[in-house]
């Protein structure tokens, strides 16, 4: 059975860091696609940043380039997702997602089968 657990959410004021990890268990990282996701209070999930199956190509949403970074640590099974330069605007919901159907795009939430429960990310002004 797959199993995302997200962890490293918290409270951090405007131009904090914080560093989020996703550790799967019943699955492997190597050779998918993993993504994380987010969705603020009373807004659609939107696509934040992916890592392709060979780890070498990355992809992040205009809004979070250059303050995001994803990457992988597959002797682990983990990802992670470093957050730094936080704005208010980030606070939302945070979800690991892997497992990618044929075809999929890495910022279409629809695409992804197996999906963490989520850590919270609160950025007060």
Request: with cysteine; aromatic share 12%; proline share 5%.
């Amino acid at each position: 059975q797959v199993q995302l657990v997200e962890s490293g959410g918290g409270s951090v004021p405007h131009g904090g860091s914080l560093k989020l990890s996703c550790a799967a268990s019943g699955y492997t990282f190597i050779g998918r696609t993993v993504a994380w996701f987010r969705q603020p209070p009373g807004k659609e999930r939107e696509g934040v940043a992916a890592i392709s199956p060979t780890g070498k190509t990355t992809y992040y949403a205009d809004s979070v380039k250059g303050r995001f970074t994803i990457s992988q640590n597959n002797a682990k099974n983990t990802a992670f997702l470093q957050m730094n330069s936080l704005q208010p605007d980030d606070t939302a919901m945070y979800y690991c997602a892997s497992n990618l159907r044929g075809g999929g795009v890495w910022f279409e939430s629809t695409d992804f089968r197996s999906w963490g429960q989520g850590t919270q990310v609160t950025v007060s002004p």
